[in-house]
């Protein structure tokens, strides 16, 4: 008897795990700053100028919803987030970068300068089910209401568009093209199902390996042949069983492209795609080297060769954080009536990877998560699509704009802060040369 339904996963796990977060968030307090950011005045105008933007904002972050565009296609949404500058008094370059769909706009001046990152693009199928039209526009508000009073507070704020953080790596392609050279911070924000002031996000490579055997008739003279599929179902194989020995925060998950195109016919080639995923820089390149033993041990295992391809896209690196930056997001989410979360309250193996990670590797970087949907809705998913077009997702526009104008002037104007965010930063080990490190 044939069942064509799959077998509907266990949800008591899942159940488990909200429940238990539901106790842990009850109880937990959000980060405090010892800096007091900018003045009262500034602080003020700021969030007269975010709440004028308002609807501006959260017509636009409706309008990219209903319209998603692919990673390096953004061409409407990058246009639309443009015509909202504009409208508001300032002048974008749309096309930085190297990457058409790139955007920058900034305040006249000199001093510190921080940029406020806007992403835009969609996934396939599921148009904005990360929720980059609240991405977006929270930095457009960001901008906006921090632009203010920039020069005033002895700095600079700008808006970068970065394209296709959904596989596309558009941080690190600006990044070597030297878009952020003149960049001393970077603040943005990522929509979730829950408010959490500091969240990892684990570093990503992608491996492609492609097999190479000898094709033969597989009943006639299987003996001449040289079993590629063989080969790539060792190496799958070999993952699955390393996975025992992984540490919990790192993740690999593969599929086959090509396993040959008959049964009668032993393949000649045979292809898997996998992601690597892991916590921190080091440990990502200690799996990566060791994925790299299972596809050499697979090969010569079945006579076949081997073909290693890394990276067809940028490698992304984990975040690294800035408790000081987190701290003044958290007192200025806190007006708001959020409750941003600390670490360790919701469950840290409920993330993904993300391009701001490279960044965060160069510069001080804040990535706070903002609640727009229920505590069990996941990302890329259809639920979190829905969510992120509905009224919540309106709220967290408004909410997440004014708090990343505040955390910008708040850089700007109060030295000392700026002080404990770089020294921060340099204490975790400083600059890192990203294009280099996985060489």
Not at 132 to 156: D, K
Request: with cysteine; proline share 6%; glycine share 10%.
């Amino acid at each position: 008897m044939t069942h064509a339904e799959p077998v509907p996963p266990d949800d008591s796990y899942l159940r488990s795990l909200v429940e238990a977060t539901a106790d842990a968030v009850a109880a937990a307090e959000p980060l405090s700053s010892p800096h007091t950011g900018a003045d009262e005045a500034a602080r003020a105008e700021v969030t007269a100028a975010v709440e004028r933007s308002s609807p501006d904002l959260v017509a636009l972050s409706q309008d990219l919803h209903a319209h998603p565009e692919e990673g390096f296609a953004e061409h409407r949404s990058v246009r639309a987030l443009a015509d909202l500058l504009e409208r508001h008094g300032h002048e974008p370059t749309v096309g930085v970068g190297g990457l058409d769909t790139a955007l920058r706009v900034s305040t006249p001046g000199t001093g510190p300068h921080i940029a406020v990152l806007a992403e835009y693009d969609a996934l396939p199928g599921l148009g904005h089910a990360c929720g980059h039209n609240i991405i977006c526009t929270t930095a457009a508000g960001g901008f906006l209401g921090a632009a203010t009073v920039a020069e005033r507070l002895g700095g600079r704020v700008s808006l970068i568009g970065t394209p296709a953080e959904e596989g596309g790596g558009g941080k690190e392609i600006l990044a070597r093209a030297g878009v952020f050279d003149d960049v001393d911070a970077v603040i943005m924000l990522h929509p979730f199902s829950h408010d959490v002031a500091l969240h990892p996000f684990l570093g990503r490579r992608q491996l492609e390996m492609v097999f190479h055997g000898v094709g033969a008739h597989a009943s006639a003279q299987p003996f001449m042949g040289r079993n590629a599929l063989d080969a790539a179902v060792a190496a799958y194989q070999g993952v699955s069983a390393l996975r025992q020995q992984l540490p919990q925060s790192d993740r690999v998950h593969g599929v086959f492209t090509d396993g040959g195109a008959r049964p009668n016919v032993i393949p000649a080639r045979a292809a898997l795609l996998f992601y690597l995923r892991s916590q921190h820089p080091e440990t990502l390149r200690d799996l990566a080297a060791r994925m790299t033993s299972i596809a050499e041990g697979a090969a010569a295992m079945t006579g076949c060769g081997v073909e290693l391809t890394w990276d067809a896209q940028a490698a992304y690196l984990p975040i690294r954080f800035n408790t000081a930056l987190a701290a003044r997001w958290s007192v200025n989410q806190v007006i708001t009536g959020r409750k941003p979360l600390p670490p360790g309250i919701v469950p840290e193996s409920l993330t993904g990877s993300t391009d701001l990670g490279n960044l965060s590797y160069r510069m001080p970087a804040l990535h706070p998560m903002l609640a727009v949907s229920g505590p069990a809705v996941a990302l890329h998913t259809k639920e979190f699509a829905a969510a992120a077009g509905s009224a919540t997702g309106d709220a967290g526009v408004r909410d997440g704009a004014l708090g990343l104008a505040l955390t910008a002037a708040d850089y700007l104007g109060d030295a000392e802060l700026r002080k404990a965010v770089h020294d921060e930063f340099e204490a975790a080990g400083g600059a890192l040369d990203v294009p280099s490190f996985f060489a």
